[in-house]
């Protein structure tokens, strides 16, 4: 039988804070409360146009269509759970890229200042014909907050502290209408997108990690989704995150693309695009591989951006160097099919790149 003293136990805790789990432990977290009738009676309304803010948790009824978007909204919607049992959030039609939102899980600003943020929200066993947003300080590292944030040095620690964690996307049909399905905003960590099928059209990426996030993984999906000339997954200025077991249908415009855009919207991007791992996924060609962007690019901005700037006051981040600084990265047991292993661009010598295999 195992024993465990006191100062084991105090280590394990430490060590699951250090890693972004609750000192308690996760496990034994409690479960947002089930939806109430008044609250399900809302969400089938069809004459209430939404948005609906949840903080419990709901299973559809199967066979619905919701034309309304859902959204999870600081700490009150902790652990809440949309179960759409088989069912559809259409929000398609929408006019607007808001509009065209279908689920949101994002963090609120206290009168105080302070950031609340949303831990363990689930959602699973949808059809989302729309986006998904998740993020914090901004929707995007452009933002106002983003940008007075990242003229101070702790910007990483505050914007990851100030963003919804654990985010759990599950078993989704994700069909996009004109723009990108999944977006995990600036200081995001540990979200997951698992078991889902990317399909429909996309006038920027599929997925876009943005600067200041990490741990996210992308596992087990089936991206057949087409893009108008970006990659389908774009890494920027994100770290320690997994992008595994997917297969990428024809990504004649880029697979996987890892950067860091260097002070667009006037920010300053700190963290580097480091210690991903790109692993057993499956890259599979149609046409002409030779003609296709690479499947995975380590380093794909190079500095080069228009947008760049120095601050000589701030000798930290993008404002030091322009450069992506795509470093420490593995590029693992990936296969290409219909391609070779030329699909693979690397910039640094201090990434891993090995067991890679064409058919």
Not at 166 to 178: D, K, M, Y
Request: charged share 20%; aromatic share 8%; proline share 4%.
């Amino acid at each position: 039988m195992l024993q465990f003293n006191s100062f084991t136990l105090l280590v394990a805790a430490l060590s699951l804070s250090v890693l972004g789990w609750p000192a308690e432990g996760h496990a034994k977290q409690k479960q947002a409360s089930t939806c109430d009738a008044a609250v399900m009676s809302r969400i089938l309304d069809e004459r209430d146009k939404g948005p609906i803010h949840l903080t419990c948790s709901v299973t559809l009824p199967k066979n619905t269509t919701l034309y309304k978007s859902i959204i999870f909204e600081g700490s009150a919607a902790s652990r809440a759970t949309l179960d759409c049992n088989g069912s559809v959030i259409d929000t398609s039609a929408g006019q607007s890229r808001m509009e065209k939102t279908a689920i949101i899980v994002r963090s609120r600003k206290g009168s105080d200042g302070h950031w609340d943020a949303p831990l363990g929200v689930t959602v699973k066993n949808c059809t989302i014909k729309g986006f998904m947003r998740v993020y914090g300080l901004n929707e995007n590292a452009n933002g106002s907050n983003m940008r007075a944030s990242s003229f101070n040095a702790t910007h990483t620690e505050f914007a990851q502290a100030s963003a919804p964690k654990r985010t759990s996307f599950l078993n989704l049909s994700i069909v996009a209408p004109g723009g990108a399905p999944l977006y995990i905003g600036p200081g995001v960590t540990w979200t997951t997108l698992t078991n889902s099928r990317l399909s429909g059209h996309t006038t920027g990426t599929a997925v876009y990690v943005d600067a200041e996030s990490g741990r996210n993984s992308i596992t087990n999906n089936v991206f057949s989704i087409s893009t108008k000339s970006r990659e389908l997954i774009a890494v920027d200025g994100s770290t320690r995150n997994e992008i595994t077991g997917n297969m990428f249908k024809d990504p004649v415009n880029g697979g996987i693309f890892l950067y860091r855009n260097c002070g667009e919207g006037g920010v300053i991007r700190h963290q580097r695009p480091n210690y991903n791992v790109i692993s057993n996924n499956t890259f599979e060609y149609v046409g002409n591989a030779r003609e296709a962007k690479p499947a995975v690019w380590l380093g794909s901005r190079g500095g080069k951006q228009k947008f760049c700037f120095s601050d000589p006051k701030r000798r930290f981040g993008s404002s030091a160097s322009p450069m992506d600084f795509a470093q420490k990265n593995t590029v693992t047991g990936n296969r290409f099919i219909g391609g070779d292993s030329k699909l693979i661009r690397n910039t640094d010598p201090t990434n891993i790149i090995e067991r890679n295999s064409t058919n």
